[in-house]
């Protein structure tokens, strides 16, 4: 009598020769790989429209305040402008007699960075970045006309900057 051997199918992989899978399983398999795989293709069509309703990733570089207060003779510290985070460039009169001045500044975005620099003209005079610690700084500002910058740099996004152009009058 003679038996019959049947095999089965197989096919080569990496660790030798295994069962090829017939059936239900296969069919299941397959399917679950076109729903892994459709999953991914929907993900990346719509990552674009996610990220376009995200707020800004690039940080916030406005501020949330600035005052400017000089000292003057009888060192009191009045705040001479008006603050609108929108506005950038502001203007003051000072007398001769004021040599320094506190600069009250905090940024919307908490982690991002504060500097003072002060100019007459284009020449660079002192700058500093504020203490995180502290809401303001001191500045001692030169005789004549100036310029003190507040710049905001959070740490991933583009730098903001403010300007305070200071005019000297003779009359306080």
Known sequence: MRTLRVRAQTRRGSSGWKPVERGYA?????????????????????T?????????????????????RPFNVSRTLENVIDFDSQERVYEVELGEQS???MVVAEATDPTAELAIQCYVGDDFIAGHPMDPTRTWTVIDLPSGDS?????VRPPDGAEGKYTIHIKRSLTP
Request: charged share 15%; proline share 4%.
């Open 26 to 46: 296969m069919r299941y398999s397959r399917h679950l790989v076109s729903l892994r795989t459709f999953g991914l293709a929907f993900a990346v069509v719509l």
């Open 147 to 151: 310029t003190v910058m507040v710049f």
């Open 99 to 101: 040599h320094q001045a």
């Open 48 to 68: 674009p429209a996610f990220m376009q309703i995200e707020p800004d990733c690039g940080g916030d570089s406005s501020l949330a305040v600035l005052e400017f």
